[in-house]
């Protein structure tokens, strides 16, 4: 079954859905990004942070902080 189905049968029946929270504040993402800024690769920040490497990707684009791209690309 696909997501948007299961999405459909729940707006339909009026179920209320959580709203996913940040999992990082402003704050937190300026210290990675400090951090980031060190020389740190986003692998390790995001390890040190306890969050997916994609999460504080997009955090760090939310905030417009420039992703290096990684070694031999």
């Not at 995001?46 to 031999?72: D, K, N, W, Y």
Request: charged share 30%; proline share 1%.
């Amino acid at each position: 079954m696909d997501r948007t189905t299961v999405m459909g049968h729940l707006d339909r029946t009026d179920v209320v859905r959580r709203r996913a929270g940040r999992k990082m504040t402003d704050v937190s993402v300026a210290r990675a990004a400090t951090r980031y800024g060190e020389g740190a690769s986003l692998a390790v920040v995001a390890q040190e942070f306890g969050v997916h490497g994609r999460t504080l990707a997009r955090e760090f684009r939310r905030a417009g902080v420039s992703i290096r791209l990684p070694r031999g690309w």
